[in-house]
């Protein structure tokens, strides 16, 4: 009872953590710093930022450039010492802040930066100041007006101030989170994102859990129970819906988009290799060991229930195994965080969704030793089989960082051995029931391997269906498949205008916001555009690309104005800008969810 008490105490303490963290919604950047400029009686540019409550500016990252690139000499007050999480020891403007620039030239550049206090640190920001107007604006609309005179100023800005603006769907930023939260409130949050937890609890990426937390009770040999399994895996689920939680609140405070990073080409690539480690121990190449410290802790002493503490520890560490790993809900969570600041309720779903996803462990755990392998030649086996499991893992994870060529041939490989090990695993001395089913599902896995092959030589790039050129190519004469080449690009608002003004009047925009770095991406430019319902529900529909994978200037204001959180995004546009109602696509998708709101963006125009 002393356990489960501290388990229940340390979910009190989490949850009353996350909503004493709530920090206010963040406002709008141009709402947080106003700039302004004049010009002073000798001659100089002051520059001056309004600052909202709760904000601050860094003295160190104000900066001016010439038209030609050139840095001018701009001239700051000493600010106050702040030791930032983010840049360390650096000196921050409160409530204002002013810099001065000698013999300023016509029109220039002022870069600034700064953060919400506990709050979202804003990436650098790039202004136009033209000396003439006295105005700052976006760098974009400046960089037209270098070169009219002063007669012509007031009527640039008249145009650009008169140009129709995108008018963006009522529910264009509408997350999971924020569905939930309008139909039933935090309950519904809570029990929503659990039993999205559970769901994703059966999925191939969070598998490997499974045999980290079946190592874990062996330890206890014959003395595990069912209340000792309950204990041992509740403080294993705790931790790891602990870390889910702390996720979010990282997300909160930094103000980045963790997304972008869980699904970067090093995240995935770090996590594959990982998986890979994990299986050749398994195998025996080599055997990992926790220190003793924690060896000591993890040991089964009764007493002092000594294992406590080592499985939170594990439970923890596991979050970064299956963390880059499931796209939609925490795709979600990750994406309200990012928008909103709301540390208590993004945090609070995360908590919840890792619950979820420890439900299915802790029956397991609490069934007891009945249904565990015991030591000996089986378990040895078994941790074979794992490792053949953590091997298909990190294949699957790494899969869109590499052709799909090279991807086949490692399910291939993969396939080959496993169907190997399991026919010749397979002995007299088992049960004749054993046998043959071992033996079975070894030739099934050498004929899927041998299958794959052939997939290879034919162009398949779908490993559960390699035969799938052959259908195609017998087949009737199908609509092309959408590729990522057929796309048209846009870097800046006026680009996306311009493509939008160019189409049909009845033909819908289709822009897709997508990165080299997202994984995301990848997956959905190899499984879902190439799917042919999707090539029927995109004809008639203009494809524009925003690739920000150099994320510059230009391309953030566009994500600004079109309230783009990040990678992958898809939005229809129709020919008048205004964005098709719940067409939205955020995250991960289906080729089915692509087609349903191609034909809606369609049917509505």
Not at 41 to 60: K, P, T
């Amino acid at each position: 009872m002393r356990i489960a008490s501290f388990v229940l105490a340390g979910i009190a303490l989490l949850i009353t953590a996350l909503a004493a963290s709530a920090t206010d919604a963040p406002l709008p950047m141009d709402e947080a710093f106003k700039p302004s400029v004049e010009r002073t009686a000798d001659g100089r540019a002051l520059v001056r930022w309004q600052l909202a409550d709760g904000y601050y500016l860094y003295r160190e990252y104000l900066g001016a450039k010439d038209d030609a690139d050139k840095s001018l000499d701009l001239q700051t007050m000493p600010g106050t010492t702040k030791d930032d999480p983010n840049f360390g020891s650096t000196e921050i403007y409160y409530k204002s802040a002013s810099a001065t620039i000698s013999d300023p030239p016509n029109s220039f550049q002022v870069t600034y930066q700064g953060c919400q206090d506990h709050g979202l640190c804003y990436p650098p920001t790039t202004k136009s100041v033209n000396m003439t107007t006295l105005r700052i604006g976006d760098s974009q609309a400046f960089a037209a007006l270098k070169t009219n005179s002063a007669s012509q100023v007031s009527s640039a800005f008249s145009k650009i101030a008169d140009e129709p603006d995108f008018t963006l769907s009522d529910d264009h930023a509408q997350t999971m989170i924020d569905r939930m939260l309008a139909d039933g409130g935090l309950t519904l949050l809570v029990a929503g994102f659990a039993g999205f937890g559970l769901l994703l609890a059966f999925t191939p990426c969070v598998f490997p859990i499974y045999p980290i937390v079946a190592a874990m009770l062996a330890r206890e040999g014959e003395t595990l129970t069912a209340r000792r399994g309950f204990v041992l895996s509740s403080s294993y689920v705790l931790a790891l819906a602990g870390a889910f939680g702390l996720l979010g609140m990282a997300a909160a405070w930094s103000g980045q988009n963790l997304q972008i990073a869980l699904q970067s080409t090093y995240a995935v690539g770090a996590i594959a290799t990982l998986f890979v480690i994990l299986a050749l121990s398994n195998f025996g190449l080599f055997h990992l060991q926790l220190p003793a410290s924690i060896t000591a802790r993890m040991a089964p002493t009764r007493k002092r229930g000594g294992s406590v503490p080592g499985a939170m520890i594990l439970g923890f560490s596991s979050a970064l195994f299956i963390g880059p790993c499931v796209t939609a809900p925490l795709a979600g969570a990750l994406l309200y965080i990012a928008r909103t600041g709301d540390v208590a309720v993004g945090a609070l779903a995360l908590f919840a969704l890792g619950m979820g996803k420890g439900i299915p462990l802790i029956v397991m755990a609490t069934a007891g030793s009945n249904f565990l392998p015991k030591a000996g030649a089986w378990m040895e086996n078994v941790r074979h089989i794992f490792g053949f499991l953590f091997l298909a893992t990190a294949l699957w994870l790494a899969s869109p960082l590499f052709a799909e060529s090279l991807v086949l041939l490692g399910w291939a490989l993969l396939a080959l051995a496993f169907g190997v090990f399991v026919f010749t695993t397979a002995t007299a001395t088992q049960r004749p029931g054993l046998v043959v089913l071992s033996r079975t599902a070894g030739l099934a896995s050498i004929l899927w391997g041998a299958l794959l092959f052939v997939g290879i030589g034919l162009g398949a790039t779908d490993p559960l269906n390699p035969l799938a050129p052959l259908r195609s190519a017998t087949g009737s004469a199908s609509v092309a498949s959408i590729e990522k080449g057929m796309f048209a690009k846009a870097s800046s608002t006026s680009e996306l205008i311009k493509l939008i003004d160019e189409a049909p009047v009845q033909e819908p925009t289709l822009l897709y916001v997508t990165a080299d770095w997202c994984v995301s991406c990848r997956s959905i430019e190899r499984s879902v555009l190439p799917s042919p319902e999707v090539a029927r529900a995109l004809q008639g529909v203009r494809l524009v690309t925003l690739d920000i994978s150099q994320l510059d200037a230009a391309k953030q204001a566009m994500m600004s104005q079109l309230k783009v959180i990040g990678p992958p995004t898809m939005l229809f546009l129709e020919s008048d800008r205004k964005e098709a109602a719940s067409t939205r696509l955020v995250g991960e998708f289906s080729a089915d969810d692509l087609a349903e709101a191609a034909l809606k963006a369609r049917t509505l125009k």
